[in-house]
């Protein structure tokens, strides 16, 4: 089971052709149709895989944000719990499928910044 996980995550890290320019490495950067082909294999490891790199996603946006404009997103309200965030995310790719699950967590951060509201120190 461990070998086997292993081998899955150093085959999502080094996806993609050789010889570009990546933004985006790990299991982000798989489609959404694949995550769910993984979830369907064995959902609760395979999620957990790709959610804890969309947690290391936002949180590195989150500090560019920082660093750039002074705000974050509060990636863990008590409205948008992690099951809640998991559930989004499988939600967006089953309805997405060609999109990659990078951009299932964009989405998720746009959801995160609206149930918030607006920052205090803006209209």
């Known amino acids: 089971m461990i070998k086997r996980l292993f081998v899955l995550l150093f085959l999502l890290v080094w996806s993609g052709p050789a010889?570009?320019?990546t933004a985006i490495t790990g299991?982000?950067?798989?489609?959404?149709?694949l995550f769910m082909q993984f979830h369907a294999q064995d959902p609760k490891a395979r999620e957990l895989l790709f959610f804890a790199w969309a947690q290391g996603f936002m949180s590195g946006m989150n500090v560019v944000a920082l660093r750039l404009k002074g705000e974050v997103?509060?990636?863990?309200?008590?409205?948008?719990?992690?099951?809640r965030?998991?559930?989004?995310l499988r939600n967006f790719c089953f309805?997405?499928?060609g999109e990659a699950y990078a951009e299932a967590v964009f989405e998720l951060m746009t959801e995160l910044r609206h149930a918030a509201g607006p920052p205090a120190d803006k209209p």
Not at 73 to 83: N, Q, S, T, V
Not at 85 to 88: E, G, K, R
């Open 19 to 21: 010889g570009t320019q």
């Open 27 to 33: 299991p982000g950067a798989n489609s959404c149709d």
């Open 73 to 83: 997103i509060d990636l863990r309200p008590e409205a948008y719990d992690a099951d």
């Open 85 to 88: 965030q998991m559930i989004f």
């Open 95 to 97: 309805l997405h499928r």
